[in-house]
Every structure is written in structure tokens, then in C-alpha cells.
């Protein structure tokens, strides 16, 4: 079975984002970028399935400018066996990426398709579940255990109190949430090889699909900020300062 | 111009993140009607009713719904959603899970976890865990929205608005539920507590959890876990507070041998007031805490539960 894998590049989850001075958005400029982590989570769901005999073929697929091909590499370094760039300057909104990988879908038809819950740059968690919508396949969300049998894909699912798991029909979409494995790290000779492995590069504007952007960002601001408080010297003054103080206890 | 709201409950209670998306879809300032899709609902219909500001509650009483799978739960918004220019939930798991399902197949955007309504068509909401707030106005003509709850009050109570229940069932057969593992607790949810106590790497290992206990019992508090605590395996993802994990707000918030990284202050920097415990003066998270106190958790805790 063929398993797609969309992945995004990202701000490196190490760097903190800085609003611009103009207040327009965040200022990437000269910033550190990586594969989003949940992402990274969703190639490694994929390539244990492969590694196990379940998956067959395993395609990267990524949206974005010229850049994002550095992902796409990290990702075949990592296992994956072939990668699709549908190359864009704009900034998509999550309808745009699902519609142009519902494409991607429509053209590799593979039966599982692995992403990231979301990305850690627009915080949206919004890409899997409008894939599964427009391609009209069931969605296991936060997966934390994904399991293949009788032509179903069981998904465990970290919900709010506890774990859900559901049973979905093949073809299906699943997200990964952070418990579901740990990524390896791809090694040198991996990495080599990564550069002679298939890259198709796609025109987004060749696809079909209306990219006309759906909201408008009017502006990005610093949140408020916290000062620091005051230094406690022992927990009966801590105590006593939540009592009188704060009035919280 | 019209409001859909859809309830958040787990079949037993009504959840106040209901009562709180309320709030904010007040805010947008249309009619609001309340969709509650489960089975057996008939004291939580009741209860959504006295809501104040409910016009309406619509209740989709199936057994299809009980576990309100995103396929069935989408086709049943999209079965009404004619008659609303605003769809709106909470963003919990439930809510992030069939929302963005929604709406796709209104061919609309979704925009995720607002913290502010600027008026009908503008929201603020966090980007890059909190270190950016983006305002941002949608352009579509429908808009499905989901709301982070912890940064909206509780709404009033009012007379009992009507009920109507929706009979046309759609079961979705794409996908079916299996089972469901519910975390045991006597403890209030971490969302919904007034007071949360939060361990990180420094408790070392989940036994040591058990110190958390005792403090969380005289102060009615949730306990929670910052995502290097959950990484490590000392507690389940459910405990985790950060941008990956629950956002809460309470009163008071406890940090334990919390470091303090990015991730977790996403979670919880809106909390009214912060106390950090670390043996690291220089921990980041003494530069959010109200009250910090540098010292080892092994010797102040066990105090601090018998200062109480």
C-alpha cells in the first residue's frame, strides 16, 4: 500500500518568533527553518509501516517556495522514496494546501495519507481533516497509536480525558499527535543517497485550483507580556503572599 | 445573520467551554442557536436552554452521535448549516477534530481558536504558541470558527430557551468507534479548574507525581505536566499543558521543576497568578511567575502541602 505524507517547513521549534517592527507578521528573515516536528512524526509513522511490510511506497509531499525541497530531501533521507514540490510563493491558507494535496491524492491514490496534527507556525490543526473532507475519506486525528488490519486502519487518538480509538475505512487520512513514535535521525549515507532519489517539482498554479486567499491578516502583534514578580525566600512567605497578596488560596 | 453554536459535553455532563463559546459568539452579535449532537441528552438540552443568550437549541439525540465521530458530526452541521452565517465550537478535541471537516465541505476557511472577537467578521487568535497574536478578518461569507475557551467568561443563566429536536440522522460509514479509555479522576479537568499544580522534568519520575497530590487536594486543584514531563513518560499526554497540549487559565497556576520552555508558556501564561518552584534561578519561567521560589521541589513540597 502506498502511504502519502504531506509535510511543511517551518520555523525551527528552538527559534522564538519575533513580531515585525511594522507590526505585518512575524519576521522569518535569516531565521532557522526545519521540518515541522509533528510532521517529522507523521515520515516515521511511514516508514515503520514500510519497514514492517505494510507499506509499500512512501511519498513526501510538500508546498511551498523553492526552500521547502530541504525538507523534501530530509525526508527522503529519512526513508521516504519519492517527493512531490508544488512549488508556490504565496502564502496558502489550510483550504488551499488541503484542495491542491487533495490533488496529490487524485493523482498517487494512495490509501493512507499521515500528516502532522498541525503546524507550529500558524497553529491552525485544520490540513488533515479538510484533506479526509474533500477526498471524502474518514480521519483518525492525534493519533497516538495507528494500527493496519482487514483492510482498516485502527487509530487511537489522544482526546481530552483519555484515548478514543476508532476504526476507519481504507483509504483514510490520519494526523499524528506527539506520543505516536520518536523520529529517527537520518544518517550520512542516508542523506547522500537522499540526493539521487525522485524529486517532481509541480507548478501550484498548474493544479486547478483557486488559490484567492479567504482571510485577510490585518495584524500581528506582541502578545501582552507577564513581568516577573518577586522572589520568595521560603514557602511560608510564598504561602503567606498568596494568601494576603494575590488572594488566590 | 444567525449563530450556530455546538455544545461541548462527554454524554454524562455538559462541559463549560459550552457556556464560554457562548460567550463569544455573543460577541459576534446575531441570534444564537445551540446544536447538541449525542445520545441521551434530555437534561443536557435542558441545561443548555438556560443559557443565557440561547434563542434556540437544536438536539440530535442518536446513539450515531454518542461518540460524535467527525464524519457523521460534520454532515450533521452541514445538514443545518443553511441557516447560519457563523458556525462556532470550542476547540477541544472534539471541536478541532470536526470543524475544520465542516468547514471544507462549505468550501469555507476555518479560523482556529480565537482569543477575541473584534466585531463579526475580525478575530484575534495566537500564532507561533503564543509568542504572535494575529487579527485577521475573514473573507468568506460563512465563517466556522472555533474558540479557545479559557479566554472567554462564563455566561449569565436566563428562562428556558425552546428545544427542537433534529430527527434526520446522518451516519457516516467511513469511519466506526472502537473504544475509549477514560483517565480516572476525582480531580477537576485541568480546563475547567480554578486552581493548577503542573510538574516537569524535575519530578524526575511519575512516582514522584504522587507529591503533587497531596497540595492538589487542599487546594481543589487539576494536575498537570509540561510536554517534557509527558516526552520523558512520566504521565499521560492528557496531564500535558502547552501549545501541543490543554491551554488552561486558572487563578492560581503552580509550576514544579517546570523550566519553563515556549511550548509550555503558550499554555499557561494567562493564568491570573503564576508561582514557579525550580532549583534554577535562571529558569525562564521566573520571567512569568508572580511568585517564584528557588529551591529543591524534594524539600518544599511535602512543606508546602502542610503549610495548607
Known amino acids: 500500500m502506498k502511504v502519502l505524507v504531506p509535510i511543511k517547513r517551518v520555523i525551527d521549534y528552538n527559534v522564538k518568533a519575533r513580531v515585525k517592527s511594522d507590526n505585518s507578521d512575524v519576521d522569518l528573515t535569516n531565521v532557522k527553518m526545519a521540518m515541522n516536528p509533528f510532521c517529522e512524526i507523521a515520515i516515521e509513522e511511514a516508514i515503520r509501516l514500510k519497514e514492517a511490510g505494510t507499506a509499500t511506497e512512501v511519498v513526501a509531499v510538500t508546498i511551498g517556495a523553492k526552500a521547502s525541497q530541504e525538507q523534501l530531501r530530509t525526508a527522503l533521507a529519512l526513508g521516504a522514496d519519492k517527493a512531490i514540490h508544488i512549488e508556490t510563493d504565496e502564502k496558502l491558507e489550510s483550504l488551499h494546501i488541503a484542495k491542491l494535496l487533495a490533488k496529490i491524492v487524485e493523482q498517487e491514490t494512495p490509501e493512507l495519507v499521515i500528516l502532522g496534527k498541525q503546524s507550529i507556525d500558524s497553529d491552525n490543526n485544520q490540513t488533515g481533516q479538510m484533506l479526509a473532507a474533500l477526498t471524502n475519506r474518514g480521519q483518525g486525528t492525534f493519533a497516538s497509536k495507528v494500527v493496519i488490519e482487514n483492510g482498516k486502519v485502527n487509530v487511537t487518538r489522544e482526546v481530552d480525558g483519555g484515548l478514543q480509538t476508532v476504526a476507519l475505512n481504507l483509504p483514510a487520512v490520519v494526523t499524528t499527535d506527539l506520543r505516536l513514535n520518536e523520529p529517527r535521525y537520518a544518517s550520512l549515507p542516508n542523506i547522500m543517497k537522499a540526493k539521487r532519489k525522485p524529486l517532481e517539482v509541480i507548478a501550484a498554479d498548474s493544479l486547478g485550483v483557486d488559490l484567492t486567499p479567504r482571510m485577510q491578516l490585518i495584524s500581528v502583534e506582541e502578545p501582552a507580556k507577564r513581568t516577573a514578580g518577586i522572589i520568595v525566600e521560603d514557602v511560608a512567605q510564598l504561602v503567606e503572599k498568596l494568601k494576603t497578596e494575590a488572594k488566590v488560596i | ?308
Open chain 2, 1 to 308: 445573520m444567525k449563530t450556530l453554536v455546538i455544545a461541548e459535553h462527554d454524554n454524562g455532563a455538559l462541559k463549560p467551554e459550552t457556556s464560554k463559546t457562548i460567550n463569544a459568539a455573543v460577541k459576534m452579535g446575531f441570534s444564537i442557536d445551540v446544536l447538541i449532537a449525542g445520545n441521551n441528552l434530555s437534561a443536557m438540552s435542558s441545561q443548555v436552554a438556560s443559557i443565557d443568550g440561547v434563542a434556540n437549541v437544536l438536539v440530535a439525540d442518536n446513539n450515531v452521535y454518542e461518540h460524535q465521530l467527525a464524519e457523521s458530526m460534520s454532515d450533521l452541521v452541514l445538514s443545518i448549516s443553511d441557516n447560519y452565517s457563523h458556525i462556532v465550537a470550542s476547540a477541544t478535541t472534539t471541536g478541532k477534530n470536526f470543524m475544520p471537516r465542516v468547514a471544507a465541505l462549505l468550501d469555507v476557511a476555518q479560523i482556529s481558536e480565537i482569543i477575541a472577537v473584534v466585531d463579526a467578521d475580525t478575530f484575534k487568535r495566537p500564532i507561533y504558541a503564543g509568542n504572535a497574536i494575529a487579527t485577521v478578518k475573514s473573507l468568506d461569507s460563512k465563517k466556522v470558527i472555533t474558540v479557545r475557551a479559557s479566554s472567554f467568561d462564563l455566561q449569565g443563566e436566563q428562562s428556558a430557551a425552546a428545544i427542537t429536536s433534529i430527527d434526520t440522522v446522518s451516519d457516516s460509514q467511513l469511519s466506526s468507534f472502537v473504544s475509549v479509555e477514560q483517565t480516572e479522576s476525582e480531580r477537576p479537568e485541568l480546563t475547567a479548574a480554578s486552581v493548577v499544580i503542573s510538574g516537569g522534568r524535575g519530578m524526575q519520575n511519575g512516582e514522584n507525581f504522587a507529591l503533587l497530590n497531596g497540595i492538589a487536594d487542599k487546594l481543589g486543584a487539576a494536575i498537570g505536566a509540561s510536554r517534557a514531563a509527558v516526552d520523558a513518560g512520566f504521565v499521560p499526554n492528557d496531564m500535558q499543558v502547552g501549545q501541543t497540549g490543554k491551554i488552561v487559565a486558572p487563578n492560581l497556576y503552580i509550576a514544579v521543576g517546570i523550566s519553563g520552555a515556549i511550548q509550555h508558556l503558550a499554555g499557561m501564561k494567562d493564568s491570573k497568578v503564576i508561582v514557579a518552584i525550580n532549583k534554577d534561578p535562571d529558569a525562564p519561567i521566573f520571567q512569568v511567575a508572580d511568585y517564584g521560589l528557588v529551591a529543591d521541589l524534594f524539600e518544599v513540597l511535602p512543606q508546602l502541602e502542610s503549610a495548607l
